[in-house]
């Protein structure tokens, strides 16, 4: 039963001390302090002084020039609707200079960056007053540090749009007010900068919003001469131009992901994925081009003079090189594509899917796959590794005919190698996604490369020579041909050979899988994800590996030789706490949504998916579904798969897993209190994601998760958009 929520509950005044999530220019959360009771009083800023400025005073301001005359021109630009981050601060920075550029691009202008005569027309900065400018007069640019009546009507409508407002209006622009501005433009799909421009105070309603007329038509200037200047130095968020998209286009070649590709738009997006280049190559992490990223991305640089053709190669010797071994972060093709497909097919996850650009999600996929395969995790494809994923070998010739393969044991079965079609393939390929294992194409009857790649990953977890044709052995695990004779071994629920009573199986998660995993990580064999309790294919490749070490029969499974050697001792697996107590009182996300039964579905690194996938729009609220408190934090960071999640947890113990956070909700952190339909944190991309979506799982008495599909189906509100705010915290104590 879902609680009543009534909108803006304003918290008693001693819970308004808030810690308050700001993002830092590397793009981390921090916490910062934010002092909603005292109405953002202490952090206003003093108004400007009135002064007349004429427009000849303008021409010439460039990067660099401070004053009034550089705070009229941030006005002006911002109530054309052009971002400028930071505000009308009155210092001409690479974001102004940035914005310069924007609005001149859009006007037709030559984009030199700085104002010229007709720039200064097209702002409509024929003569002005510091005082009186249109941004000072309407509400279009009122940023954090203004106060008034102006700021008052803003809060007012935010609230009548059902946006929480910390504190009311109170008609002071604090951070509190900045955070419900950003909200709104979020929730309506407006340009993200918790600055009131003309779009956001249109949409608002707001009875100061200014109508621009369009200038008269500026006089075209006299042919510019070429600026000596490189012209992506200085480019900032909240820049638009085709720069951008040429900076977006050599940071997405270079192998950093850009969320949103190259659109032309210098977003939050853009921002980070600078900020990770920079990070990487030991550049100056600001999250604006200068002149060292600028010549690292080779952005401004004189092109080259053509290269001379090429003489004709000649014919390709037979033992040319393999062309898949080399291949790294920032190649890009059909060769590629072949590696993400290999990868896929193994039942990697590649993020992207086969879209022939390796970059750090196809280098995070190569290096599970190394790793589950003992092979050099080394993030390029080297010749260990193209072998394994069968690439570059020649491509077999078309089977001919011919007698099938001669086996003594007469299984028709053994000897199913690349170019096999029939019946028999089909029963191959089934038999193994039977056991989890992606075949990419399906079971449509023909052994290709796709088919290849499944069966060496399968020997390769059983303790099979990788040789990519069906043997004896595998044949046996896998129950085709025979009649399970008494002396072939057992057959496990996902295809693996059965283990002696007593010791964990694949496919299992308990706290005696985790006991095991922790002897084989004290043994220096890596278990790639960790001791997380879970039996999935990391686990049986590292068992694989303590075995060959040892000189112990390798069969990827506990057999009691094994445990022996491990000195793990046989015991009963750890009955799952019941969900029979489990009840939900809110569904967690604001819609509209939509989400599936993913449950255990394959993903990178053997892992299996436990939790539940809802698909929403960045920035929509996240509720506590049951009265608890926050017991743990996490944070995004390079490398992490969670990236912003936390956890509520009630007092038995079962807590409930959001990841993939954006950012939380204002007092929201460890030993906060919460009530079901308290908003907790909002829907992001962070961690390993590809999409804007929760992930949400249920661990019942604290121990491991059971799928939440059925309870999150049968209070399924996806259709409910509106945002229902409750604030209950308690502070944390």
């Given at each position: 039963?879902?609680?009543?929520?009534?909108?803006?509950?304003?918290?008693?005044?001693?819970?308004?001390?808030?810690?308050?999530?700001?993002?830092?220019?590397?793009?981390?959360?921090?916490?910062?302090?934010?002092?909603?009771?005292?109405?953002?009083?202490?952090?206003?800023?003093?108004?400007p002084t009135r002064s007349p400025i004429l427009a000849q005073s303008l021409v010439g301001l460039r990067q660099g020039a401070a004053?009034?005359?550089?705070?009229?021109?941030?006005?002006?630009?911002?109530?054309?609707?052009?971002?400028?981050?930071?505000?009308?601060?009155?210092?001409?920075?690479?974001?102004?200079?940035?914005?310069?550029?924007?609005?001149?691009?859009?006007?037709?202008?030559?984009?030199?960056?700085?104002?010229?005569?007709?720039?200064?027309?097209?702002?409509?900065?024929?003569?002005?007053?510091?005082?009186?400018?249109?941004?000072?007069?309407?509400?279009?640019?009122?940023?954090?540090?203004?106060?008034?009546?102006?700021?008052?009507?803003?809060?007012?409508?935010?609230?009548?749009?059902?946006?929480?407002?910390?504190?009311?209006?109170?008609?002071?622009?604090g951070s509190s007010t900045k955070t419900a501005v950003s909200n709104y433009q979020r929730w309506n799909g407006l340009p993200v900068?918790?600055?009131?421009?003309?779009?956001?105070?249109?949409?608002?309603?707001?009875?100061?919003?200014?109508?621009?007329?369009?200038?008269?038509?500026?006089?075209?200037?006299?042919?510019?001469?070429?600026?000596?200047?490189?012209?992506?130095?200085?480019?900032?968020?909240?820049?638009?131009?085709?720069?951008?998209?040429?900076?977006?286009?050599?940071?997405?070649?270079?192998?950093?992901?850009?969320?949103?590709?190259?659109?032309?738009?210098?977003?939050?997006?853009?921002?980070?994925?600078?900020?990770?280049?920079?990070?990487?190559?030991?550049?100056?992490?600001?999250?604006?081009?200068?002149?060292?990223?600028?010549?690292?991305?080779?952005?401004?640089?004189?092109?080259?003079?053509?290269?001379?053709?090429?003489?004709?190669?000649?014919?390709?010797?037979?033992?040319?090189?393999?062309?898949?071994?080399?291949?790294?972060?920032?190649?890009?093709?059909?060769?590629?594509?072949?590696?993400?497909?290999?990868?896929?097919?193994?039942?990697?996850?590649?993020?992207?899917?086969?879209?022939?650009?390796?970059?750090?999600?196809?280098?995070?996929?190569?290096?599970?796959?190394?790793?589950?395969?003992?092979?050099?995790?080394?993030?390029?494809?080297?010749?260990?590794?193209?072998?394994?994923?069968?690439?570059?070998?020649?491509?077999?010739?078309?089977?001919?005919?011919?007698?099938?393969?001669?086996?003594?044991?007469?299984?028709?079965?053994?000897?199913?190698?690349?170019?096999?079609?029939?019946?028999?393939?089909?029963?191959?390929?089934?038999?193994?996604?039977?056991?989890?294992?992606?075949?990419?194409?399906?079971?449509?009857?023909?052994?290709?490369?796709?088919?290849?790649?499944?069966?060496?990953?399968?020997?390769?977890?059983?303790?099979?020579?990788?040789?990519?044709?069906?043997?004896?052995?595998?044949?046996?695990?896998?129950?085709?041909?025979?009649?399970?004779?008494?002396?072939?071994p057992s057959s496990g629920p996902n295809g693996f050979a059965g283990t002696p009573e007593g010791f964990p199986v694949k496919g299992?998660?308990?706290?005696?899988?985790?006991?095991?995993?922790?002897?084989?990580?004290?043994?220096?064999?890596?278990?790639?994800?960790?001791?997380?309790?879970?039996?999935?294919?990391?686990?049986?490749?590292?068992?694989?590996?303590?075995?060959?070490?040892?000189?112990?029969?390798?069969?990827?499974?506990?057999?009691?030789?094994?445990?022996?050697?491990?000195?793990?001792?046989?015991?009963?697996?750890?009955?799952?706490?019941?969900?029979?107590?489990?009840?939900?009182?809110?569904?967690?996300?604001?819609?509209?949504?939509?989400?599936?039964?993913?449950?255990?579905?394959?993903?990178?690194?053997?892992?299996?998916?436990?939790?539940?996938?809802?698909?929403?729009?960045?920035?929509?609220?996240?509720?506590?579904?049951?009265?608890?408190?926050?017991?743990?934090?996490?944070?995004?960071?390079?490398?992490?798969?969670?990236?912003?999640?936390?956890?509520?947890?009630?007092?038995?113990?079962?807590?409930?897993?959001?990841?993939?956070?954006?950012?939380?909700?204002?007092?929201?952190?460890?030993?906060?209190?919460?009530?079901?339909?308290?908003?907790?944190?909002?829907?992001?991309?962070?961690?390993?994601?590809?999409?804007?979506?929760?992930?949400?799982?249920?661990?019942?008495?604290?121990?491991?998760?059971?799928?939440?599909?059925?309870?999150?189906?049968?209070?399924?509100?996806?259709?409910?958009?509106?945002?229902?705010?409750?604030?209950?915290?308690?502070?944390?104590?």
């Open positions: 039963m879902t609680k009543p929520v009534t909108p803006n509950i304003q918290m008693p005044r001693s819970h308004r001390v808030r810690r308050a999530l700001v993002r830092s220019a590397c793009g981390a959360l921090v916490v910062g302090v934010g002092w909603s009771a005292m109405g953002d009083a202490a952090h206003a800023l003093p108004s004053g009034v005359e550089v705070k009229a021109v941030q006005n002006a630009l911002l109530a054309a609707g052009v971002p400028v981050p930071g505000g009308a601060d009155g210092k001409f920075g690479p974001a102004t200079r940035s914005a310069v550029i924007d609005f001149q691009g859009r006007e037709g202008i030559a984009q030199s960056g700085e104002v010229d005569e007709a720039t200064a027309a097209a702002l409509g900065l024929t003569r002005i007053d510091a005082g009186d400018s249109p941004a000072s007069t309407a509400v279009n640019g009122l940023q954090q540090g203004a106060s008034g009546d102006a700021v008052k009507e803003l809060q007012q409508k935010l609230s009548a749009a059902g946006v929480y407002v910390p504190g009311g209006a109170d008609g002071v622009f900068s918790g600055i009131v421009d003309a779009a956001t105070a249109a949409r608002l309603g707001l009875s100061g919003a200014a109508t621009t007329t369009p200038p008269a038509a500026p006089t075209p200037p006299a042919a510019p001469t070429p600026p000596a200047a490189n012209p992506y130095v200085g480019l900032a968020q909240g820049a638009r131009s085709s720069l951008v998209k040429d900076l977006q286009s050599a940071l997405m070649a270079a192998g950093v992901n850009v969320r949103g590709g190259a659109d032309g738009v210098f977003g939050a997006a853009t921002k980070s994925a600078l900020v990770s280049y920079q990070q990487a190559n030991g550049l100056g992490v600001t999250g604006v081009v200068f002149e060292a990223t600028a010549a690292k991305l080779g952005l401004g640089a004189a092109p080259a003079a053509p290269a001379p053709p090429a003489p004709p190669a000649a014919a390709e010797s037979p033992t040319a090189a393999n062309p898949y071994v080399g291949l790294k972060v920032g190649a890009r093709g059909p060769l590629v594509k072949d590696v993400q497909a290999a990868l896929i097919a193994s039942g990697i996850n590649v993020r992207g899917g086969a879209d022939g650009v390796f970059g750090n999600a196809t280098k995070g996929a190569l290096l599970s796959y190394q790793q589950g395969n003992g092979l050099a995790a080394s993030g390029e494809v080297d010749d260990a590794t193209a072998a394994q994923l069968a690439l570059g070998s020649a491509p077999a010739a078309p089977a001919a005919p011919a007698a099938p393969p001669a086996v003594v044991s007469g299984n028709p079965y053994i000897g199913l190698a690349v170019g096999a079609k029939g019946d028999r393939v089909k029963d191959l390929q089934s038999a193994l996604m039977d056991t989890g294992l992606v075949v990419r194409g399906g079971a449509d009857g023909i052994f290709g490369n796709a088919t290849k790649s499944s069966l060496l990953a399968f020997q390769g977890m059983n303790g099979i020579a990788r040789t990519g044709v069906l043997t004896e052995q595998g044949a046996q695990i896998l129950n085709l041909g025979v009649s399970t004779p008494a002396s072939a299992e998660t308990s706290e005696r899988v985790r006991v095991m995993q922790q002897i084989l990580i004290d043994s220096k064999i890596n278990v790639f994800g960790g001791a997380d309790g879970s039996f999935g294919n990391a686990t049986a490749s590292a068992i694989t590996k303590f075995q060959e070490t040892h000189g112990l029969t390798v069969t990827g499974t506990i057999t009691q030789e094994t445990a022996e050697k491990m000195g793990l001792d046989a015991s009963s697996a750890t009955p799952p706490p019941s969900s029979s107590n489990v009840v939900m009182e809110r569904f967690p996300i604001q819609g509209q949504c939509y989400f599936g039964n993913t449950w255990h579905a394959p993903r990178g690194g053997g892992r299996l998916h436990v939790g539940v996938d809802i698909i929403a729009a960045e920035g929509k609220l996240l509720y506590a579904v049951v009265d608890g408190t926050i017991s743990k934090q996490y944070w995004d960071q390079p490398g992490a798969l969670s990236g912003n999640g936390l956890r509520v947890a009630q007092d038995d113990g079962t807590y409930f897993t959001y990841l993939h956070m954006s950012g939380f909700a204002p007092g929201i952190e460890v030993g906060t209190k919460v009530q079901a339909g308290d908003v907790i944190g909002f829907v992001g991309n962070t961690g390993s994601s590809s999409t804007a979506h929760l992930h949400f799982e249920i661990h019942p008495g604290g121990g491991a998760a059971v799928n939440p599909y059925p309870y999150i189906k049968a209070i399924d509100d996806c259709g409910n958009t509106t945002p229902q705010y409750q604030s209950s915290f308690a502070p944390a104590v």
